[in-house]
């Protein structure tokens, strides 16, 4: 099986865009999820995509937002960026055995 | 709210010896999951190994094993004949709530030669 895929794999922003990130899953997967990684915070979750509907939601902003399609693809999204957005955005899937994610290449967003 | 805690940020060790990776927990929960990743410079986030809280036995794959203590909320990594390909940063992770996993700050492990 194919592993969990994200797009873009680098991306340069100034402040004050928007930006959409794009994951898909393992095939079969229907649960996505979001975690973004900075130097300072660390690891932090996002949220969650289960069957095109929000499951779990982290501690961010409403600029941060995402959906996930019939095929279980996934888009998050990210309006006004700021310069504390710069960070590696992780794409992960939840598959067997029970309870595990695995994760996608990352998208590096950098903005400017 | 639960948390994770690992205390070592950086750590090395010589090929072929064993490293043990401390991480600790806090949960009210009784069933959940344990994780160890490792993410080497690509960046890429890499299972190593898991445990259900609710098994006793410890978890093991290949030179990676577990020490699962989870009256003391305690959940350790050992590496057995380090190899200069373990070197990375690992993260303890948790989960009760399958598709939101809570992560330590890592610890940096380098392998010398």
């Given amino acids: 099986k194919a592993g969990v895929t994200q797009t873009p794999r680098y991306l340069i922003k100034t402040r004050g865009q928007q930006v959409t990130l794009s994951c898909s899953p393992i095939s079969g997967h229907r649960s996505v999820s979001w975690y973004q990684q900075t130097p300072g915070q660390g690891l932090q979750f996002l949220f969650e995509y289960f069957s095109e509907t929000q499951r779990n939601k982290g501690n961010f902003p409403g600029r941060f937002s995402g959906r ?6 996934s888009e998050m999204n990210v309006s006004t960026l700021e310069l504390g957005d710069s960070a590696l955005y992780l794409c992960a ?11 996608g290449p990352g998208t590096r ?3 400017l | 709210a639960q ?17 043990t990776l401390s991480c600790t927990y806090d949960t009210s929960e009784n069933n959940y999951y344990l994780f ?3 993410q080497p410079p690509s960046r890429q986030m890499i299972l190593v190994i898991r445990q259900e809280a609710y098994k006793q036995q410890n978890a093991t794959e290949n030179r990676f094993s577990v020490n699962f203590q989870k009256a003391a909320k305690s959940f350790s990594l050992k590496i057995s004949d380090s190899q200069l390909g373990d070197t990375a940063m690992y993260f303890c992770a948790f989960t009760s709530q399958g598709g939101k996993l809570i992560f330590g700050q ?3 492990l380098s392998v010398k030669p």
């Fill in chain 1, 93 to 103: 899937s939840l598959g067997t055995p029970q309870e595990t994610q695995y994760f």
């Fill in chain 2, 106 to 108: 890592g610890t940096e």
């Fill in chain 1, 68 to 73: 996930q399609f019939s095929n279980s693809r």
């Fill in chain 1, 109 to 111: 967003l950098l903005v």
């Fill in chain 2, 3 to 19: 948390t994770v805690t690992q205390s070592q940020p950086e750590m090395s060790v010589q090929e072929a010896e064993t490293v």
């Fill in chain 2, 36 to 38: 160890w990743y490792k």
